[in-house]
C-alpha cells in the first residue's frame, strides 16, 4: 500500500520546474489527474525534500513522494 498517488524523482522534477516554470507543472498533473480538477501546488517541497509535493483539487488531492532520500 502506497500513501502516494506517484512517486518520482525530486532532481528531475525540480529541473522540470526549473526549465518550464510551475504553470507548466501544475498542467502536466491536471493533464496526468483530470478528475481532481487541480487548482495548485505546493512549493516547500521545491528547496527541501523532506517535503511532499500536493496538488489540491476540488476532487481530490495528489500527493507525490520521492525516490531519493530526504533525511541527509
Avoid at 18 to 45: C, I
Amino acid at each position: 500500500m502506497s500513501f502516494y498517488d506517484d512517486v518520482m524523482s525530486h532532481y528531475e522534477t525540480k529541473k522540470i520546474v526549473k526549465d518550464k516554470g510551475w504553470d507548466n507543472f501544475l498542467n502536466t498533473l491536471q493533464n496526468q489527474y483530470p478528475d481532481r480538477e487541480l487548482y495548485k501546488v505546493s512549493m516547500d517541497w521545491y528547496d527541501d525534500m523532506k517535503y511532499i509535493c500536493k496538488a489540491k483539487g476540488v476532487m481530490g488531492d495528489v500527493i507525490i513522494g520521492w525516490k531519493e532520500r530526504g533525511d541527509k
